[in-house]
């Protein structure tokens, strides 16, 4: 491939379950039938699934927080299957261990040595259920394995399986017993969403093929965790131009001097935003990013990352808030390309 990949060019290798033409399938049209196999479980969601595959190419981790029974769960079932990866799960609670998600060496009385038994973190996708339900001592377990994709235990480093992508949910409407997660594990989920309540039409959909359409369970895979690597190394060569890299760290730099922010982007932020820049752009078939891209990324990537001072909270302003107008206020360059 060229040094800027365009929408004609192929990834490899091919999706497992592509429709048979008599061309390879391009980003777009893999990164669709990922979207469409897991839209027939996550009905009515589309933004969302599409979100959530962004975030899984990108090489990031998700941060989903809204009410129970929303579909959370399912979603991360429904792209670990989709794309045939190792799925785990951990259910945070108070008295979760560190060990319960990273694994603990056990010994082997027969060979005399102690042998190690991976965690559930040691799969492709794991989903920390209602994360902020455990202590921060567990919570900051998973910081390593985010951040490097290593984990690191009786004094051995042992590296994750690629890809690596952590799914994470909270209630934001359970305060008893909950540790609210620090800004330093925040800013290492590259997005953060919320699935939000059905549409009725979708609801009576989904109330109609209860019993008749086990959903997760008939649910194959139509690409192989070779086919994200691939798709994640396309991405890398989207193109990002040094007028839009400028567009970047101009929006970078308003969020650290706003008068309504006590903590705005961080390098690592700012670089997330970029990475998920160029994966949409690879998904819309084009070969380089837009402030467009920026602009429809910057709530979900950098919002959750964001602290709005204590008078700006008084005066009810949330971070998305400030955001959207920083965004409006940050001069849009002519030619980004």
């Known amino acids: 491939m060229s040094a800027n990949p365009t929408a004609e060019q192929t990834v490899e290798p091919t999706a497992v379950n592509a429709p048979t033409t008599n061309r390879q399938p391009t980003f777009p049209d893999i990164f669709g039938l ?5 839209g027939s479980v996550i009905r009515g969601k589309d933004s969302v699934v599409e979100l959530a ?8 981790h998700l941060l989903i927080e809204d009410v129970p029974g929303v579909g959370k769960t399912s979603l991360a079932k429904a792209l670990a299957r989709t794309v045939g990866g190792t799925f785990g799960r951990v259910q945070f ?7 319960d998600v990273l694994g603990t060496s056990v010994w082997n009385q027969q060979q005399g040595v102690f042998e190690f038994r991976p965690g559930p973190v040691f799969n492709n996708i794991v989903l920390a259920d209602e994360v902020n339900r455990s202590s921060p001592k567990t919570q900051s377990a998973l ?18 399986s690629r890809p690596f992508m952590v799914i994470a949910t909270q209630n934001p409407l359970e305060y008893h017993g909950t540790y609210p997660l620090p800004e330093s594990q925040l800013d290492r989920f590259l997005l953060k969403l919320s699935v939000g309540y059905p549409s009725r039409a979708d609801e009576g959909l989904i109330l109609g093929s209860e019993g008749a359409h086990p959903g997760l369970a008939t649910l194959r895979p139509v690409v192989g965790v070779d086919h994200i690597m691939a798709m994640s190394a396309h991405c890398r060569r989207v193109h990002i131009s040094p007028t839009l890299t400028s567009y970047l760290l101009d929006v970078a730099t308003a969020t650290r001097t706003h ?7 961080s390098p690592r932020a700012t670089l997330g935003l970029q990475r998920a820049v160029q994966v949409r752009a690879a998904a819309q078939g084009r070969d380089h990013g837009t402030p467009d891209d920026v602009k429809a990324l910057a709530v979900p990537t950098l919002a959750h990352r964001l602290v709005v001072t204590p008078e700006a909270q008084i005066q009810g302003v949330g971070p998305a ?12 360059p002519r030619d980004a390309r």
């Open 93 to 99: 609670t108070p008295d979760l261990l560190p060990a």
């Open 259 to 265: 008068r309504s922010l006590s903590l705005g982007m």
């Open 34 to 38: 990922i979207c469409d196999n897991i």
């Open 143 to 160: 910081l390593e394995a985010m951040a490097e994709s290593q984990v690191t235990t009786d004094g051995v480093t042992r590296s994750l």
């Open 321 to 332: 808030e400030v955001l959207i107008e920083i965004l409006d206020s940050v001069a849009v």
């Open 53 to 60: 595959v962004l975030c899984l190419v990108a090489e990031g």
